[in-house]
């Protein structure tokens, strides 16, 4: 069962638009879905909130910058004493293109800083993932230059698709049919 939702990105204006905050469009769209505000919670370094679905779900956005994303991840695991396996974290995806979404249980990171520091800070990378692709940099573009750059509008559009895609499997995921949600997100 999942307790925790963390979606990943940039705290800021300055990266709203970009590739990389795909986790904070998906929080936000989720919060705002449910009539939930997320709130500036500096002893989680982060904006949080609550939803109730079968019973309450902790979000995260934390406002660490990516690379620090751990810290607030595990503040907030102590806290409320969320085991890893308990939590699912949303981010942005080089290896997809804008408009596949994936779940993914474990594993490594992937050359990914929020990741890394998430499972630096809570000595496991035994977490949910719900992976939003963004597509990779045509030929030889810088991936950081990429990631914080916005998307074009057909690629915003495949993004925002895939989050309506996983926000409507959500309910299904919570409840720990996690192979169920594979088997319709992964086709």
């Not at 919670?41 to 934390?62: C, D, K, M």
Request: proline content about 4%; some cysteine; overall charge positive.
């Amino acid at each position: 069962m999942v307790r925790l939702i963390v979606g990943l990105g940039n705290p800021g204006p300055a990266y709203d638009r970009t590739r990389h905050n795909a986790g904070f469009w998906f929080i936000e769209r989720l919060a705002a879905a449910h009539g939930c505000v997320l709130r500036e919670e500096s002893r989680f370094h982060g904006r949080v909130g609550a939803i109730n679905l079968t019973e309450p779900v902790h979000l995260l956005a934390p406002l660490t910058f990516m690379n620090r994303s751990g810290l607030a991840v595990a503040a907030m695991a102590r806290f409320y004493k969320i085991a890893p396996e308990h939590i699912l974290v949303v981010h942005d995806e080089l290896d997809f293109g804008p408009g596949v979404v994936r779940i993914k249980r474990d594993g490594g990171h992937g050359g990914h800083n929020g990741l890394r520091d998430i499972m630096a800070q809570l000595g496991s990378g035994g977490f949910l993932r719900l992976r939003i692709g963004i597509g990779r940099p045509a030929g030889s573009a810088a991936v950081a230059d990429y990631v914080l750059a916005a998307p074009s509008v057909s690629d915003r559009q495949a993004i925002s698709g895939a989050i309506e895609k996983a926000l409507a499997c959500l309910s299904e995921l919570l409840a720990g049919h996690v192979e169920q949600v594979m088997n319709r997100l992964h086709v």
